[in-house]
């Protein structure tokens, strides 16, 4: 369990923190981002609750498709390397 929670967090933490610190990119478009680039719906709902913007959602929207065309191709590559 907390091999998984590291395997999860550190990518975030390290995305917010060049996106934000060396990027300068907004907090929402970054949750928007991470969301989509994790293919999270839930977490996408959980940004849009705390914000009136829809930021969150265009930056997801955005991310979202590319995200799942990479997931797609990584599992493809992962069952032929088994």
Same mark, same amino acid.
């Not at 999860?8 to 390290?14: D, E, F, Q, V």
């Not at 917010?16 to 907004?26: A, D, R």
């Not at 929402?28 to 999270?40: Q, R």
């Given at each position: 369990?907390?091999?998984?929670?590291?395997i999860?967090?550190?990518?975030?933490?390290?995305a917010?923190?060049?996106?934000?610190?060396?990027?300068?990119? &907004?907090l929402? *478009?970054?949750?928007?981002?991470?969301?989509?680039?994790? #293919?999270?719906t +839930?977490?996408?709902?959980?940004?849009? &609750?705390?914000? *009136?913007?829809?930021?969150?959602?265009?930056?997801?929207? #955005?991310?979202? +498709?590319?995200?799942?065309?990479?997931?797609?191709?990584?599992?493809?590559i992962?069952a032929?390397s088994?």
């Open positions: 369990f907390a091999a998984g929670s590291i999860t967090l550190i990518p975030m933490i390290i917010v923190i060049f996106g934000y610190y060396i990027f300068n990119i &907004s929402l *478009d970054l949750l928007g981002t991470i969301t989509g680039g994790m #293919t999270s +839930p977490g996408l709902a959980a940004a849009d &609750s705390m914000t *009136d913007s829809n930021i969150p959602s265009v930056a997801y929207a #955005t991310v979202y +498709p590319i995200a799942m065309v990479f997931l797609i191709i990584f599992i493809q992962i032929l088994i």
